[in-house]
């Protein structure tokens, strides 16, 4: 959304060891901390946030699960799945990759290049996250989705950092992830195994076009956005109807405030037109969700993360 102001501290990891490091330290010393991914999803408030601000920024390393260099290998031969860290690039044995389709994930994986990577192994399943940006902790942690289905559907097992500062992996079964939100609470995702379908890479290629192309039509994907702002309402309070028509059915799409602005071309996404502030970002979301409320009695639930300080 480019709005917001600056942090005091800001800590950039470049490996899950350094960023449970760095989480130790910040809960030490009993500072205010938050996990920053691609921020793909987030409206950060004007002026100073009061503590620190870790980064998964550098932490972006994908690679095969038969790269992986620290876990045991199992008397059938395959590859433990505790296995986090490889070699740096290079010295991935040229296997052929769909015997084990699976890719080992740091948080801060940029997500078009972990939909890249699996289209060049011929890994499907991932397609329908083309275009959206942001890492994968981020996208781990809300459970970024849409028509294609969710992140989740593709994560085998997840390594957190848990509220005693310990690694802890969890599966899906353990997990429960939910609509836009994984239940992971305090804990904070340092990496992600993920498991795809060998698929031949033209579909994929084909795939991907036809998913690009549906989303460029109705969403605003070359304007400063924070993606959708709500999440879609229980389909039976609502009609059916998703957070963005409710706002479209109200009349609310091009209502603005300084320069922000509800998006022409689709009614759940507000747009940064040059210098907005935060502020006016946020004093726009409370508008629509109360016009909103009031023309359909529908109380619209956020789907974007606010940093308020
Ligand atoms: N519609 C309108 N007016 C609008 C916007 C939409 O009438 O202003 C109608 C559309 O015509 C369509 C229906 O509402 O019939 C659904 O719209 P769309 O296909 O755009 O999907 P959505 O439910 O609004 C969800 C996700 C998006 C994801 C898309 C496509 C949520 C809250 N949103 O949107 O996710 O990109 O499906 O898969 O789940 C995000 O999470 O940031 C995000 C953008």
Not at 137 to 166: C, H, K, S, T
Request: proline letters at 6%; a negative charge.
């Amino acid at each position: 959304m480019r709005v917001g102001g600056r942090v005091e501290w800001f800590l950039e990891p470049t490996t899950p060891e350094e960023l449970r490091s760095a989480v130790i330290s910040c809960r030490e010393r009993e500072l205010p901390l938050r996990i920053l991914g691609g921020g793909a999803n987030l409206i950060i408030a004007d002026g100073l946030l009061p503590g620190v601000v870790i980064g998964t920024g550098r932490m972006n390393r994908l690679f095969r699960i038969d790269a992986a260099v620290d876990g045991d290998t199992n008397p059938e031969g395959e590859q433990d799945p505790g296995a986090w860290s490889a070699e740096p690039s290079g010295r991935v044995a040229p296997a052929d990759p769909s015997i084990d389709p699976r890719l080992v994930g740091w948080a801060g994986t940029t997500l078009p290049s972990l939909v890249r990577t699996a289209r060049d192994l011929g890994y499907g399943g991932i397609e329908g996250v083309v275009g959206i940006p942001g890492h994968l902790g981020g996208g781990i942690a809300m459970n970024a989705g849409g028509r294609w289905g969710e992140l989740w559907d593709r994560v085998e097992l997840v390594r957190v950092i848990d509220e005693q500062g310990e690694f802890l992996d969890l599966t899906r079964e353990q997990v429960q992830p939910g609509y836009r939100n994984s239940n992971l609470g305090e804990k904070i995702i340092a990496a992600a195994i993920m498991r795809f379908e060998p698929t031949p890479k033209p579909l994929i290629e084909q795939r991907m076009r036809e998913n690009l192309r549906a989303k460029n039509a109705v969403q605003p994907v070359s304007e400063r956005s924070a993606g959708c702002v709500f999440k879609n309402p229980d389909p039976e309070l609502s009609g059916g109807r998703g957070a963005g028509q409710l706002v479209d059915d109200c009349g609310l799409k091009g209502r603005s405030m300084g320069d922000a602005m509800v998006s022409p071309l689709h009614g759940n996404f507000i747009v940064n037109r040059g210098s907005a502030l935060a502020t006016d970002v946020l004093a726009l979301i409370d508008q629509v969700r109360e016009e909103v409320a009031q023309q359909t009695g529908i109380q619209l639930e956020l789907e974007v993360k606010r940093w308020l300080g």
